[in-house]
């Protein structure tokens, strides 16, 4: 948990939109550290708040919504949780870059924001809440569920999104949640959904915490822990089925690695079939590290697999490695750019030691083996289907 204080002195919405960066997530002239979806949540939630309003946000993407309640709502104090590491890390050096300051941990009367894992510290007595809709459906359902059961009765709940990645399934989830989902008018191509009237957690919905859901998957013979926002849900992803035939000829490494580890599927296969390697899997989302953590424990691997949520690999020593497995990323959110495979190669190469492999799967179409080959060294086409590719690069002295 990270805690800062010092509210910005109060600034204009363009000023503090106008500063925001997406770093350390990749950057590009044509990706955006905010969209209009967290202004109107902004503008929406302006005649609801007073500076000592329990406000939460959730799926800030880069602090858009955190420093703009801090910064021109004159909120006090914001709780927020966002899935990924790198989200995070932005909204930290976002703040920096308007000047905040980190604050004490223990300070409780603190001015700023508290950066929290989905559940009851984020949302207990919470009046507002507002959100940045999830991709998915069971993603928002566990949100729905926490903010219903964790925050003050009373809440309201500020869901935004982009209309053409909005559905009426998203209503109906909602309405799973709270009595009251009344969609709100649309503006510049976003619109809102107000919940409220949170309902009761029912028996069949207590949850002790945050748990993923575990299903069987028969063509591996394998039980795979899913949360909702996490990559394929508990399925197996047909590029990661195509890289799993090579498992039998992949090496015997002391120390592997999936990276962009989703559901840990990877981690968890290799770690069944090699019996002497310790393997690490590792991705941006905590959803995904959660996940990944559930899949090791309900196949009995838990001792041999370490989850850990890092922006590619940052916190992984260099040259620790013999093998990185990859199913890299080509959807930034809901753009679509290289980017982020790219920045996952470049990591492959930094914590491989030399002679050590990275085994990758990608769409036919994209043109990876040169990049491969510059950034990890020698690569080869190892198998290829009329969809993927399989290609092994191996790490140059
Ligand atoms: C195509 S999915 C593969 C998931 C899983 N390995 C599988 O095969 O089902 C790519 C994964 O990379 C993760 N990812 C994207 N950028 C990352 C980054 N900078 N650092 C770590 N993980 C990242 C995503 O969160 C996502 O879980």
Known sequence: MTRWQEPVAQNSLEDIFGTLRRHPDVEAPNLQAWDATDRLLLEAAAARLTPDTRLAVIGDRYGALTLGALGTLGVRRVRVHEDLITGE??????????????????????TGFDQLALGEELLSGAGTVLLQLPRTLAELDEIADAVARHAAPDVVLLAGGRIKHMSLG????????????????????????????????TEATEAPGW??????????????????????????????????????EMPQARHAIDLGCGTGILAAMYAR????????????????????QGTARANGLEDRITALQDDAMSTVPAGS???????????LG???HAGAGIKLFEAAA???????????????????????????????????????TVAVSTRRP
Do not use: C
């Open 170 to 201: 998203m209503n109906a989830v909602l309405a799973r949640h709270f009595q009251t989902v009344q969609p709100q008018l649309a503006t510049q191509k976003s619109r809102i959904i107000m919940a409220s009237g949170a309902r009761p957690a």
């Open 273 to 292: 079939q090699n019996p002497g390697a310790r393997v690490t899997a590792t991705d941006r989302s905590a959803a995904a590290v959660a996940s990944a």
């Open 321 to 331: 490695a013999g093998l990185v497995l990859l199913n890299p990323p080509f959807h």
């Open 89 to 110: 890390r932005a909204l930290r050096n976002n703040a920096a870059a308007l000047g905040l300051a980190a604050a004490d941990p223990g300070a409780v009367d603190a």
């Open 350 to 388: 930094r914590v491989l030691a030399p002679g050590g492999e990275l085994w990758t799967v990608f769409n036919r179409h994209l043109q990876y083996l040169p990049t491969l080959g510059r950034l990890v060294g020698p690569t080869t086409v190892r198998g290829s289907n009329p969809k993927f």
């Open 211 to 248: 748990r993923p859901a575990v299903e069987h998957l028969d063509e591996l013979d394998l039980d795979v822990a899913a949360h909702g926002a996490v990559f394929a849900g508990a399925k197996l992803d047909i590029g990661t089925r195509f890289l799993l035939t090579f498992l039998p």
């Open 334 to 336: 809901a753009s679509v």
